[in-house]
């Protein structure tokens, strides 16, 4: 019996690499039966007005979408994203913000009811506009990462991540969560206005790929590093003279012997 149950939606570097040290077993919970793979797709940016016209396809059809965004208000130091543009505001740079894109986005899908969400709002507002959302009052709810846990909407089957590269991998698959909970088949697409940096593109495309969290943190874990183990830096590759935290059979290996060689030693005295 385990004297220490960790338990985690979603994995991530840091916590494989407390794997690695071998007093950790993993049990993985299985999706449940029926259940879809999230369809992820990353749209360069001289696509969106396309992905527009699919995403009126889809509201058409009576899906629901979540739209994230990284910011609540703007902030130009920070600014690295995309343009939202429809056909009358092409050329028009915006914003990363959620309460600048609902002005906009409610003008580009006049025709459906629009929603935004924060973590400014109070909790009784929170759950109004949630339950509006699952009532179907809302056929689009823009929001910020406060979607990420808690919120179940089954009906809801598309979700659009805006300046994806911001995220880390971990929490792109918690967000991709929020969609797929029916069974039925659902679409994550991520905006980037980076697709010409390798670094980012090839780490996304890595996600649109892959659907197991496991693996997801197998990946992020040797490309970004797990960071201090015994400290509070959660990035990084750590200084290690012989081996490679991105060598996982040799680890496994290492973690194997270790173990019999504790056996051993445990049968003697």
Known sequence: MPH??????????RSIALTLFG????SVLV??????????FLVPEQKRQKSYNWIEKKLTEGNQVFWVFPLIEENLQNYAGPALQSASEAGSKTTQAVTKAYQQLKKIFKGYKVGMLHGRFSGKQKDKIIN???????DILLATTVIEVGIDIPQANVIIIESAERYGLAQLHQLRGRVGRNNQRSWCLLFTGKEQEPA??????FFCKESSGIKI???DLQVRGPGEVYGTVQAGIPELKVARFSNSPLLEESRLAALKLLNLTQLKT
């Not at 220490?4 to 570097?13: S, V």
């Not at 509006?132 to 809302?138: M, V």
């Open 31 to 40: 999706k449940p039966p029926g259940r879809v793979t999230t369809e992820t």
């Open 4 to 13: 220490l149950l960790h338990l985690t939606a979603t994995p991530i570097p």
């Open 23 to 26: 007093d950790l077993d993993v």
């Open 217 to 219: 943190a197998e990946y």
């Open 132 to 138: 509006d959302f699952r009532g179907k009052k809302l």
């Open 200 to 205: 980012v593109t090839s780490r996304l495309q």
